[in-house]
């Protein structure tokens, strides 16, 4: 029985050959990934509007890879820096090669202390039956990699969590975590992608997070939202997405053991769909993760933004690096290295077919690794999300199916 459950089919592009036992997905994904299509089955009315948006995001996809390749890539891939970070890898690869996200994502620490109280924020929905609050933690992540214990934690402002939380007065009730993307954390405009009051009226609570270096958490005279998580090279982004992942986690302990939430799932867009595979991959305790338009390969994609494309080949041939090399650094960090912990039932993959910022090849591989769970392809980009309101119906069908939405009426 096919798990596509919307209208546009794809074809069978052979992207993660072989199974498991013949090799790491680092070294079975084909070097040219980054060059290969996606085929798809797309008849007229969709065919134009894939070339339409496709082409939008190829536009804004030029802007962004030369902000991150001028701003970010020369403070962590100049050479000393990236030379530390080569030397790192068999510290992080033999991490991933367990296959345990435990032995990298470590357990948080009980009993951190989370603050709450009423937005003083600017909010577009402010609900009549609850309320609408900032909540916040210090949060207690340390690198992994002892080298990196000065340098990331000096950091003063990345080291409080921050969220946005909307919730019933009279609850506790499910709650849905919602993860933004890359330099995309403005709260206003979250509350209208994520269709806060939408959800929210079906009955739940929802909780929308800050990543690290993004927005309030930024660094220090970062050019733009987000710089950091990517601006100290391999060995950085391995330790942001660790933090991410155990920021999450203490929210999930708080909404559940203080809140008293009954259930928490957890769904996030580009950079936060990426982040939503990785808590699938270390949390058994979500209720579902819907990943949309998610990354999966930083080593991958970035190889796909031009002009920085160009600038990494170079670095890389000069260097004497392969493909598979830049993946091994950042594998540890990546949700193709690690089974999902929520079941496949639980899992729902949203993609865009004229997505090239995060091509749907990224969506149908990480599809394949978790055994192909529910997937939906819509007729957009990664910023035009055509027919949104067609799969924000079906994650609403997805959410009463597993008994979420049941749950929270």
Known sequence: MTTVISRIRHGSADVLPGEPDD?????????????????????????????????????????????????????????????????????????????????FFREPPKGVRVRSQTSKLRVRFQPEDGYCETVRFDSPF???NPRLHSSYLKHRANRVAHARYWRH??????????????????????????????FYR??????????????????????????GYFAGGPSRINEAVAQSVMDTRIYID???NVQGSPAVGITGVSLGGFTTSMLAATEHRLAFAIPNVPVVSFADIVLEWEPIGTAMRALMKREGMSVVDSRKMLAVSCPLSYPSQVANERLLIVGGVGDRLAPPKHSRVLWEHWDRPGLYWFPGSHLAHLDRG????????????????????
Do not use: C
């Open 23 to 103: 090799g790491p997905w680092w070294e079975r994904l084909p070097e040219d990934f980054a060059k290969r299509p996606e085929p798809f089955e797309l008849m007229g009315a969709d065919a134009m509007r894939v070339r339409a948006t496709a082409a939008t995001d190829v536009a804004i996809r030029s802007l962004g890879a030369t902000l991150v390749g001028s701003l970010a890539m020369p403070l962590g891939y100049r050479k000393s820096e990236l030379t530390k970070a080569r030397e790192e890898t068999d510290f992080y690869l033999d991490m991933a090669k367990t296959g345990d996200p435990s032995v």
């Open 142 to 144: 340390m690198p992994v």
């Open 169 to 198: 007065a009279d609850g506790p009730r499910p709650t849905m975590i919602a993860v933004h993307g890359f330099s995309a954390d403005l709260y206003l405009l979250n509350e209208w992608f994520f269709a806060i009051p939408w």
């Open 202 to 227: 079906m009955g739940f609570d929802v909780m929308l997070l800050t990543l690290p270096f993004h927005g309030i958490r930024q660094t220090r005279f970062s050019p733009f939202s987000g710089h």
């Open 254 to 256: 708080w909404l559940m």
């Open 390 to 409: 067609a799969y924000l119906v079906e994650v609403a069908r997805f959410l009463r199916r597993i008994g979420f939405l049941q749950d929270a009426e």
